[in-house]
């Protein structure tokens, strides 16, 4: 697999919420952290995505939003 995002996070799938247009994803990290994403429910059939199988979290964004209280 080649991408042009360079944050690649290797994980589990941990869940998959499966709607009629879209699914909410769970991806568990070493160390414990969770991200969530949300596909097309097509795509994540076309991918034959199972819950334990391994994945990776590919980040592309032109900006990250940091808050603090």
Do not use: C, F, H, W
């Amino acid at each position: 697999m080649e991408v042009s995002s360079r944050n690649q996070l290797k994980g589990t799938l941990k869940m998959i919420k499966k709607g009629p247009v879209n699914s909410e994803v769970t991806v568990v990290l070493p160390g414990g952290i969770e991200i969530v994403s949300v596909i097309t429910t097509y795509s994540a059939e076309k991918m034959n995505l199972k819950e334990g199988s391994e994945v990776y979290a590919l980040i592309k964004a032109s900006e990250v939003v940091i808050g603090k209280d």
